[in-house]
């Protein structure tokens, strides 16, 4: 019992580490892009289909799908790699998401055209543009589906880490502090200095200014409510309307310091944080 219980962990413990990892990641890529070449070169021409008495494997189409499959591969994974490191580290998004999808497939636009314009110079064909045009929206959909499987998890995945996991590291001159995003009830700024108040009540200074910190940390968590404070959204207790269209926010009671236990959303920012809160 003792011996086999260690076993049966460590198998999980194993298979779970592999399947979160990154040979994983490009095992299941590869599998993606060998079954789409199939499915694509079978249903390309009648003599392909696995019924047809004249039935031949597509040796020929399948090498050049995967061989452009391969190319549109680097080009969506370097663009992944951009968008990532600029966008989706700090904030994944519909729109973020679109952008990346549109940005792919320009690029994929760029390199198909002149390819296939050289492989018909090549091969002492004519480029027709009909053709062309047809060949380009029939790829662009099936790219488009194809990153769309190749990314899902990883986009996904980049969220959670995001929201749930995501940490700053609070340096003060004299330490550094590993805070992750559910730690932290807010940043304010007084006499030019900015402190970070923890969910403990516990303060501590930064070296940061709240610009920089704006830039850092995840604004689907964070709102910069005036000049003076950041808040996190679980932080705010309570919402009230009171005069010219402003908003007063009561924070939790943890938070002792007076200047900041009680905030005004201006007129002006009303909108955005109600959209934000919500």
């Known amino acids: 019992m003792s011996t086999i219980q260690p076993t049966k962990n460590t198998v999980k413990k194993t298979g779970y580490t592999f399947i979160n990892s990154s040979v994983w990641r490009w095992i299941r890529k590869a599998i993606i892009l060998i079954l789409f070449s199939l499915v694509a070169n079978h249903l390309a021409a009648s003599d392909n289909f696995l019924d047809s ?30 968008y990532r490191r600029k966008y989706f580290s700090k904030k994944i998004t519909f729109v973020t998401i679109i952008r990346f999808m549109v940005s792919t497939l320009g690029y994929i636009t760029i390199m ?19 053709y062309l045009l047809i060949g380009l929206l029939i790829t662009l ?27 700053i590291t609070i340096d003060n ?10 730690n932290i009830a807010c940043f304010y700024s007084e006499n030019k200095i900015v402190y970070t108040v923890q969910n403990n009540g516990m303060i501590i200074n930064t070296d940061f200014t ?18 003076q404070i950041i808040i ?7 919402i009230e309307k009171i005069e010219n269209g402003k908003l007063r926010i009561l924070l939790k009671p943890f938070i002792k ?22």
Not at 173 to 182: P, S
Not at 210 to 227: G, P, Y
Not at 232 to 238: C, I, R, S, W
Not at 257 to 278: G, L, M, P
């Open 257 to 278: 310091k007076d200047t900041i236990s009680e905030i005004n959303i201006s007129r002006y920012k009303r909108k955005a944080f109600i959209d934000w809160f919500q």
């Open 173 to 182: 001159g004299t330490k550094m502090t590993k805070l992750t995003y559910d």
């Open 53 to 82: 008495e004249t039935y031949r494997f597509p040796i020929e189409g399948f090498l050049s799908t995967i061989i452009l499959s391969i190319l549109i591969g680097i080009i969506a994974e370097l663009n992944f790699k951009f």
């Open 112 to 130: 198909y055209i002149p390819i296939n314009i050289l492989i018909d110079k090549v091969a002492g064909g004519q480029t027709i543009f009909y």
């Open 232 to 238: 996190h959204k679980d932080t705010v207790e309570q």
């Open 210 to 227: 709240l610009n920089e910190l704006e830039e850092k940390i995840n604004d689907q968590l964070f709102f910069r409510a005036n000049r």
């Open 141 to 167: 959909l099936l790219c488009f589906i194809l990153i769309s499987l190749l990314y899902a998890k990883d986009i996904y995945n980049l969220y959670n880490l995001s929201i749930k996991d995501a940490e």
